[in-house]
């Protein structure tokens, strides 16, 4: 990481002395303009898509207390055993923020008891925080959207989400991904398949890497997602959940791929698919795209989780969700189609601005809502050329150019920079509103011909 030093002069000693720039903590980044707009289109694409399949906006605090998660994601993972940002606050409680949503949005659930008298389908968007080394696609400060449907063991919701979820992604432009799925079983049939998984492994201890020999007692099932060389060949050879299923879980798993077949939703059975976290049961999946590569190939994750709410004292309450990362996806979409309503305003002299300016104020009042950017205008006059090439620099789609001879004539140039046509638009005098709503008419026209 590159570090800023300045130099000052400390005038109580006249010596020289070195001011460090302050960065941004290691693994927490800013997001900034233009990616910001990529980031927008993701949430306005996320809040439109869940809520038109019923999930609605659930907030949960950013802290919660450290016990949630030891009791829920579990204390032999990862997450909660190296990762959590854990800290005891003025009132001696230890707090820590939060690694992920979903055991946030079971307490709020389980919290209200106007949403515990129903199934509920919740989604949500907001940043996460696991103290983990930094990569590409990997954050101590990240995002995720996410969906939970919170009191119902019904294989349809499993496939509902699945089915969701691969219409967002491919609504966001995104195609190269596709989901694989597995079901690790349930607290009746995952224990006899541990046993047989824990014996394989002993018996192979000598070729695991130290992290998997350490997981045969603390989370067995993690060995078949170690991604290292030194393990592939036991991991190979593993024996399978699948083949342990119970005929509960065998049936339900049946028919969420029955019903992701009917819809036409292509999908892997991969029976290694283990999550991360242990509050899991039969249904688990992952979005994955081999272009991420490495560690980091899942855009995000998810599965049911019926024995969440009795981890943390509820009774049970089956359930099923999934969480994407934000930074992870923002690195498949492209910013075409943003760019392709993006509008640069270009005033050529003094007049010209102080005429325009409240036609402008109106275009972005009227433009709220209809895809339509203005973007950085900083209502500087400058001469056409110095206005196009900056447009140009910004990916502007579309110029509003006006100066003396516009002004006389009373109109402005609508100018496509991608299609190199412009025209004029006639300027009501004395009229703003009139002459904004023609602008914004025409700019909607012309991006949607
Ligand atoms: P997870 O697999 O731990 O699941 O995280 C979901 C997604 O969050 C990952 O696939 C990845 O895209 C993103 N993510 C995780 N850690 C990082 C990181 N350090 N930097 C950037 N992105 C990251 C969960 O969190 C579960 N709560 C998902 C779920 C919802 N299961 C049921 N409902």
Redesign the pocket.
């Known amino acids: 990481m590159t570090e800023i030093i300045l130099f000052g002069i400390d005038f109580s000693t006249s010596s020289v002395i070195k001011i460090t720039m302050i960065q941004s903590p290691r693994g927490m980044k800013d997001v900034l303009p233009p990616e910001s707009g990529k980031w927008e289109r993701l949430e306005r694409t996320a809040s439109g898509i869940f809520s038109s399949f019923g999930y609605k906006l659930l907030v949960t605090p950013v802290v919660e207390k450290t016990e949630l998660f030891v009791r829920s994601v579990g204390e032999a993972t990862d ?1 909660v055993s190296k990762e959590m940002y854990v800290f005891t606050d003025r009132g001696g409680e230890s707090i820590c923020l939060r690694p ?3 055991a946030p949005v079971m307490r709020a659930y389980l919290n209200s008891p106007e949403l515990k008298s129903r199934t509920m389908k919740a989604w949500y968007w907001g940043p996460m925080f ?1 103290y ?1 080394r930094p990569q590409k ?4 400060q ?1 995002y ?1 959207f ?1 969906v ?1 449907a919170i009191g119902s063991n019904s294989p349809y919701i499993d496939a509902e989400i699945i089915y969701m979820l691969d219409h967002f992604y491919k609504n966001l432009g995104i195609l190269d991904v596709r989901v694989e799925l597995n079901s690790i079983g349930c607290e009746l049939c995952r224990p006899p398949y541990k046993v047989q998984l824990v014996d394989y492994l002993k018996s192979k201890s000598s070729e695991l890497c130290e992290d998997c020999k350490k997981r045969i007692e603390t989370n067995p099932l993690r060995v078949l997602d170690c991604k290292s060389e030194t393990c592939s060949s036991v991991i190979k050879n593993v024996p399978l959940m699948g083949d342990f299923l119970c005929s509960d879980c065998k049936s339900h798993n049946n028919a969420v791929l029955k019903v992701l077949d009917d819809c036409g939703v292509k999908y892997s059975e991969n029976p290694m698919l283990v ?3 242990d509050y899991y049961s039969k249904t688990v999946f ?1 979005f994955v795209s081999e272009q991420l590569g490495g560690r980091q190939n ?6 049911r ?1 019926d024995s969440l709410s009795e981890q943390i004292g509820a009774e049970k309450i089956p359930s099923v ?5 934000v ?2 996806t923002l690195l498949f979409m492209n910013d075409e189609d943003k760019k392709a309503c993006d509008v640069y305003i270009a005033m050529l002299d003094d007049d010209t601005l102080r005429a325009c300016a409240p036609i402008v104020f109106e275009a972005k009042k009227l433009s709220l809502g209809e895809d339509i950017n203005f973007i950085d205008d900083d209502f500087k006059v400058r001469d056409i050329k110095k206005h196009l090439s900056k447009a140009d620099k910004l990916g502007a789609r579309f110029a509003i150019i006006a100066g003396s001879q516009e002004l006389d004539s009373g109109s402005l140039i609508i100018k496509d920079l991608m299609l190199k046509k412009e025209e004029k638009i006639t300027m009501h005098k004395n009229d703003a509103k009139r002459s904004a709503e023609a602008v914004v008419r025409r700019l909607l026209e012309k991006k949607n011909s």
């Not at 899942?298 to 599965?303: E, V």
């Not at 969700?321 to 990362?325: E, F, I, K, L, P």
Request: net charge neutral.
């Open positions: 997450v992920e949503g979903t696991r983990e696609g990997r954050y101590r990240f995720q996410g939970e999550r991360g976290l992952e899942a855009l995000g994750g998810g599965g989780y969700g999934y969480a994407g990362g930074e992870r």
